[in-house]
């Protein structure tokens, strides 16, 4: 058994445990420190596992249930980071949980580990148990303000979609595992062309995606995200639609193009209906949003569905594409909502007017609000515009070919058109909004270097998307989506 | 270094630097935005004049890989030719011209500078980029500004919708554009959107027609939805309308020339059959855009959208140039694209004066202004009179070098169209004239200010004289123009139907 490969994960459960601990004799003030100190911890963690990652190949752990390649490495660096950055976000919302703001600290590490766990899956028995141990924080992290009814409303709506997810993944599993014989990845990929006929298998698997579905969000189990992301704490909303959404495309990818390449590519016709109807449903169902968390959750429905796009080209470039657009979509998420933290630990509704003068108030705030909505709205020079060229750039490679992958750009055209519409619509609150209160807001040491390093990512990966890229295509390499199946692929869709 | 490099350089790392500049230092940001913005103009004077004419290929060349992995293959690449040299020029000087005229922007004159010389570096760097990612990344980088300044610093209780509007429609043509640009790049066999790399490609392999038939109206309606093509126009006049006058003086004189410069770039010299069945339709479209928006024009009451509108008519000449597909409509092209930069920075600046002194722009409400600003309204006289192609000004030599190109390619209706369009031009610019600067001073209107101090008037005098430099020397321009416009002529009429035919014609194309 090699434990030297979980390092990272024990230092993180390790980091958990003494911040629950610390609670006992850290005094209310001081317990800031504590999530700025993990927050330390954690930056250093995800730069010694960027620079270490030079030298690993593939190992694997507890007979191959656990792996740990260069896939595995970028989403530990990316959820680290991640959890930086929510921790610095939870320290500035701490006012708003009253005396118990450690315990939350405590379950974004626990959450954290279980994301990371979910990057080295190579099983589905360690897919689900790491799903589990992120879920179930969540039910706790989402409901965390529990004198506020919406918080409440959002925790039990996360819990009854969450368990019915996991049902219907475990229901998955079991049909996988009593078709295949094996829940692991690199025995299923071995015997996928024989397992492509079993109607069972199929089957388990639809059921796999399905409970990934209600992860990342995708029409038709996208129904939870928008309740669920206007009620819960803004840092514990931040966390879900950067690491929860990460970690279930992560898994996707691993099942999708680790475990069955070659069913896959069979079913990139229904990748690429999932993709256009989320993208359509996300947008169109923002435009009349008033409150800003719930527009980041028609937001994300609508982020979710151009991923999917990368998942249905089903080649090395979609794959790159998602895990690049990922990439900067937790730069640009994480700085919009640590300013709306900032924000609403200030006020009590959510609603877009309490942006107004923001542009007086704080321009560092507007700035990263401004910059994060237009990078969402994949505006260059920023991280949004790069990931969403990659992604239109891979199904694009079908036109000519294929009417479907033609109308599929059709759709997320129309639906970066009408994004655009409902993010500036943030800005123009940011900037013409009118509001009698102009006092201008100070900023924290630990908020600037958030805002900062989210600025930071989102011009660095738009403008120098080079060192980037490289990570992710030795990332994308280990995935088995080369070229010999985008060439049957299109021979398939040519028939 | 490439003198190019400074142009782009100098605007960005000024802004970067008004960003460290406190904000309740404003004379001292407006300062930094006009050394930086007069360097950049400067900068892009020298460069004109250091330009050789008749040199084949790019001059100025400078090329660093920017992305190179995972089947992307991006360059910074800048560099010119004939055509783009005018147009980095006229961007640079407008640019400066635009931070002059804003002198009077007091809230958030901060972050005002900041969004507009980022505009200016996007402008410049959009003309001077030979890989068509790095041109799309400049372009778009004007989008966001254009949209706070029309916003904040805005006029009109309508800015809000006008804001909207023109970020919709920009976006929605540079989205379909980037579709047949990615297009272009998987089929154009380069894998690179790095325009010489383009050009070698398909020299040897001329793009299928199925390819042709999606990128080129891709490419025609996007960029032309950024020019203002008819019918997909609405945008413009609202917008500049609402817009404050240096971002109207930017965007309708150089940020839109960017689609047309696009076009003449790619679409034309790559694609012969899309040019063959496609110009055509451009032809009549570009009626709609001459004679349709002239007759707006003539009803507007409000200055602004009367000058929006004629500009997108003075935009029809320049797509009949193009759809003329010759020489010499090509080359009236690029020098109504020229002169109409400094023809509309000019009509804007001016009518930002006037409400930013009389607080309206009203037609109906003003007159006699002449009276109060002698060197405004006969710098109003000078302008319009330009608009309406009176000879001796820029724009009178590129419409009438379009004309004799529209002669020879189209039917009659269609030069007699922009004929038309001439006369439905000096209508309105005249009763234009008459209704601000001549009849009765109102009394409201009694101490009205005119532009006095030689600072005040400079950026109106640089413009005037650019009109007049190359309304007199057109040759200027045009000698620079033409060889570049002789080659794209020669590509998009090629009827080459072989590979080997394309390869012998390229051959044989150069010297």
Redesign the interface.
Known sequence: MNYSLLWLEIIVVLMGLFTLLADIWVPGESKKWLAHGAAAILGVLALSALFQSDVASVTTAFNGLYVQDDLATFFKVFFLAAGAIVLLMSAEYSGRFGTASTEFYALVLFALVGMMLAASANDFVLMYVALELITVTFYILTSYQRNRSASLEAGVKYLIMGALSSGFMVFGIALVFGTANTTSFTEIIKHQKDLAGVPLFLVGLLFVLVGLGFKIAAVPFQMWAPDVYQGSPAPATAFLAVGSKAAGFVLLLRVLFAAVPAITAHWHVLFAILAAATILYGSLCAIPQRSVKRLMGYSSIANAGYLLLGISASS??GV?GVMYYLLGYLFTVLGAFTVLSIILSETDGDDITALAGL??RS?LLAGTL?LAM?SL?G???LAG?FGK??L??SV??Y??SSHLYVGL?AVA?VG??IS??YY?GV??SI??GTTPDLSPITLSPGAKVALLACIAGMIWLGTF??NA??R??SA?SVLKCADPLKSALVAQVKK | MSLLNYIILTPIITALAILLIPANYQFVIRCAALLGSLITACFGLLAFFLFKAGLPGYQFESKIEWVKLGGININYHVGADGIAIGLIMAAAVVGFCAVAVSWKIEKQSKMFYILLLSMITGAVGAFASLDLFAFYFFNELALVPTFITIGVWGRGEDRSYAAFKITLYLTLGALVALVGLIVLYVKGGAQSLDIVDLHAAIAKTPLSPAAQAIIFPCLLFGFGTLVGLFPFHSWAPSGYGCAPSATAMMHAGILKKAGLFALLRVALPLMPEGVARWMPVLAILCVGNLLYCGFVAMRQRDLNLLIGNSSLAHMGFAFLGIASVSVIGITGTVLVMVAHAFLAALSFAISGWISQDTGTLDMGKLGGLLKRMPFIGSVMIICFLAGCGVPGFANFAGEVTVLFGAWKTFHWVVAAAAWGGLVIGGVYMLRAIRSVLHGELRSEWADAHDASSFWRQAPYAILVLALLVFGFVPNLLSDRVKPVAAEIVKQATLKAATPVAAATAKVAAQP
């Open positions: 090395a470039d790159n542009g007086q321009p401004t237009a709205a505006i260059p020079p515009f060229f990659l239109l750039k694009l490679a036109a000519g750009v055209l970066v058109v655009l519409y500036f800005v123009r900037y013409w998307p080079n890229m490289g992710i295509v994308g």
